[in-house]
T-cell receptor
Framework: RKEVEQDPGPFNVPEGATVAFNCTYS??????FFWYRQDCRKEPKLLMSVYSSGNEDGRFTAQLNRASQYISLLIRDSKLSDSATYLC???????????FGRGTSLIVHP | DGGITQSPKYLFRKEGQNVTLSCEQN?????MYWYRQDPGQGLRLIYYSQIVNDFQKGDIAEGYSVSREKKESFPLTVTSAQKNPTAFYLC?????????????FGQGTRLTVV
């Protein structure tokens, strides 16, 4: 089983839709999680942290489910500008190395 | 402005050549990382360094070498032993002394074998 797994998509949604991505992780000792956004041919940029209690930032909500070992990202009221690849990142316990999923592609169309 | 600078942005390598990718950070981060990204793929760890004068192999270190002589700098050499070097290379840094924090990225170097 891979350390971090994501459905690569693409998720094709109309503007205004709500879309959710999940990411599963294999190491139950993992404590720190992030979502990054990557635009085509650019570097990844931090979108938001994922806290145990959940985290909301405007239209974006991140959740952690420790029992099932997954994190999620919910995007409400999708905009054309949300089209990108969303990378799930799990920090390896002990070494603190950021470990990436392969990303989920989101395409928002008019 | 604090950040990570990678150079060059684009690099072309002939078969059999070694090339070196530069990565400099002024964030005062102890840890630095090199990742490789292929089209449609996630980031795979090549090498990492958590302190000056020390570095460790990541998941795909074969055909690559690094050095960490200064805290600010972590250059990556792609050697002729790397059989498929065409990829997008990303350098990152983080501050593990502050706990499991996020990583910050440079703008990447796109390497093409010609």
């Amino acid at each position: 089983r891979k350390e971090v797994e994501q459905d690569p998509g693409p998720f094709n949604v109309p503007e205004g839709a709500t879309v959710a991505f999940n990411c599963t992780y294999s190491n139950s000792a993992s404590q720190s999680f992030f979502w990054y956004r990557q635009d085509c041919r650019k570097e990844p940029k931090l979108l938001m942290s994922v806290y145990s209690s959940g985290n909301e930032d405007g239209r974006f909500t991140a959740q952690l489910n420790r029992a099932s070992q997954y994190i999620s990202l919910l995007i409400r009221d999708s905009k054309l500008s949300d089209s990108a690849t969303y990378l799930c990142v799990v920090i390896r316990p002990g070494s603190y190395i950021p470990t990436f999923g392969r990303g989920t592609s989101l395409i928002v169309h008019p | 402005d604090g950040g990570i600078t990678q150079s060059p942005k684009y690099l072309f390598r002939k078969e059999g050549q070694n090339v070196t990718l530069s990565c400099e950070q002024n964030l005062n981060h102890d840890a630095m990382y090199w990742y490789r990204q292929d089209p449609g793929q996630g980031l795979r760890l090549i090498y990492y360094s958590q302190i000056v004068n020390d570095f460790q192999k990541g998941d795909i270190a074969e055909g690559y070498s690094v050095s960490r002589e200064k805290k600010e700098s972590f250059p990556l050499t792609v050697t002729s032993a790397q059989k498929n070097p065409t990829a997008f290379y990303l350098c990152a840094s983080s501050a593990p002394d502050r706990g499991p924090t996020e990583a910050f990225f440079g703008q990447g170097t796109r390497l093409t074998v010609v």
